[in-house]
Structure formats: structure tokens, C-alpha cells
């Protein structure tokens, strides 16, 4: 089966930290997308994780666990306009290589002042 | 360059008519993809073309639904006869070749709201 699991909703402070977590079951693993969507635009790319560890992008770092099966996307600095969707995608890799991905159904942030 | 164009940004119609959504991807991409997006659904994956070759299309929900690629430059989502609960904003994404092994992103249209009355 296909899963992806994240909160639904969160909350924070401009100027501090947000860690928004996923965690997935899919059948095979070829890779894992954060993306960003603002209400009523579409999704734009933040970040790709395959090996286990940390990426480092700015202000934004995204995490991976492949054995443990999960991902968090880490916000610093939070500025009002991060108020978004941040979605999980997991590139799957059953049936071989594929470049179809299954989103989570987002995590809806807002940023208060 | 140009983005991945979608249109029409918006579509209001009764149900029963016959819709059809238009796609054209970023140029030198070879993966089109068909998305809708729901508030209870979240983004779910429809069809995607490989060098216009439908390579997986079970995420398409009944036979009202039937997507084209008819060149690498072109893509079209019909729904008919379309319903209520068709309603959502359906997103067209692209990548370019190699993309099953790369850190490549599925670039995204803007998408086209569709309303069924």
C-alpha cells in the first residue's frame, strides 16, 4: 500500500523554528520531495532528499530517513510569507523506475506575528 | 523560459457538458503529468505521459475521464458528460528526461479551477 502521513494544520511565531514532519509506506523508495503551495498557486519545489541525512537550502533543511521511513522539512527564521501548504511527496519505485509521485495531503502552516 | 501553461485558469459549466482541459509542458520535458486537487483529497495523480505514451493512468477515476498527449507539446484532460463532484483544480506538471533517477522536480501550472453547477 500507499501512505503518507502529516499533521494536518500548524502553527508559529515569525522569527522562530518550525519542524513539520512525514512519514511514508510506499511500495519502494526512489526519492522524496518537499513542495510549497500557497493558497490558490500552484505547488513549487523546496527541496529533494534520496540518502539518509540532512539538505541544507537557506533558511529551509529537509531530513531523511529511509529506514525508519520518514522526513521532516525545517523552517528557520520564519517570515509571514511561509504562512503555506508544505507538502510531502515520495517518488515511488514499484514496477521499477517510475517518475510518479504520491503526496501527502499537506500540512497547512500560518505564521503569526 | 516558460513555465508549464494551462488553460483555462477557470471553468464554470453545468453538468452534463463535456470539458476539456489543455496543457502545453516546459520545452525539452518528456513527463507530463495530470493531477486534481481537492480539500478532502489533497493532490492526487491522474494519468502521466512518457514521450506522449500514457505509461500509468489508474489513478483516472472512470471512463468520463480520457487524457491525450498527441505531440510532445500538447496535452488534453476531457471529462464527459462531467458531474458536480468533479469540481477541483486539476494541475499539469512536467520534467525532463532522466527524471525517474534525478533530484529534477515536477515543475506545476497554475492550474484550472474547474466548477460543475
Known amino acids: 500500500g500507499q501512505n503518507i502521513d502529516q499533521p494536518t494544520e500548524m502553527t508559529a511565531t515569525e522569527g522562530a523554528i518550525v519542524q513539520i514532519n512525514c512519514t511514508y509506506q510506499?511500495?519502494?523508495?526512489?526519492?522524496l520531495f518537499w513542495y510549497q503551495q500557497h493558497a490558490g498557486e500552484a505547488p513549487t519545489f523546496l527541496s529533494y532528499?534520496?540518502?539518509?541525512g540532512l539538505e541544507e537550502k537557506g533558511r529551509f533543511s529537509s531530513f531523511l530517513s529511509r529506514s525508519k521511513g520518514y522526513s521532516y522539512l525545517l523552517l528557520k527564521e520564519l517570515q509571514m510569507k511561509d504562512s503555506a501548504s508544505y507538502l510531502c511527496?515520495?517518488?515511488?519505485?514499484?514496477?521499477?523506475?517510475?517518475?510518479?509521485?504520491?503526496f501527502g495531503t499537506g500540512t497547512l502552516l500560518a505564521v503569526q506575528p | 523560459d516558460a513555465g508549464v501553461i494551462q488553460s483555462p485558469r477557470h471553468e464554470v459549466t453545468e453538468m452534463g457538458q463535456e470539458v476539456t482541459l489543455r496543457c502545453k509542458p516546459i520545452?525539452?520535458?518528456?513527463?507530463l503529468f495530470w493531477y486534481r486537487q481537492t480539500m478532502m483529497r489533497g493532490l492526487e495523480l491522474l494519468i502521466y505521459?512518457?514521450?506522449?505514451?500514457?505509461?500509468?493512468d489508474s489513478g483516472m477515476p472512470e471512463d468520463r475521464f480520457s487524457a491525450k498527449m498527441p505531440n510532445a507539446s500538447f496535452s488534453t484532460l476531457k471529462i464527459q458528460p462531467s458531474e458536480p463532484r468533479d469540481s477541483a483544480v486539476y494541475f499539469c506538471?512536467?520534467?525532463?528526461?532522466?527524471?525517474?533517477?534525478?533530484?529534477?522536480?515536477?515543475?506545476f501550472g497554475d492550474g484550472t479551477r474547474l466548477s460543475i453547477l
Open positions: 506538471a512536467s520534467t525532463p528526461p532522466g527524471g525517474s533517477y534525478s533530484n529534477q522536480p515536477q515543475h
Open positions: 510506499t511500495s519502494g523508495f526512489n526519492g
Open positions: 532528499n534520496v540518502l539518509d
Open positions: 511527496a515520495v517518488r515511488s519505485a514499484y514496477g521499477g523506475a517510475t517518475n510518479k509521485l504520491i
Open positions: 520545452s525539452g520535458h518528456n513527463s
Open positions: 505521459f512518457n514521450n506522449n505514451v500514457p505509461i500509468d
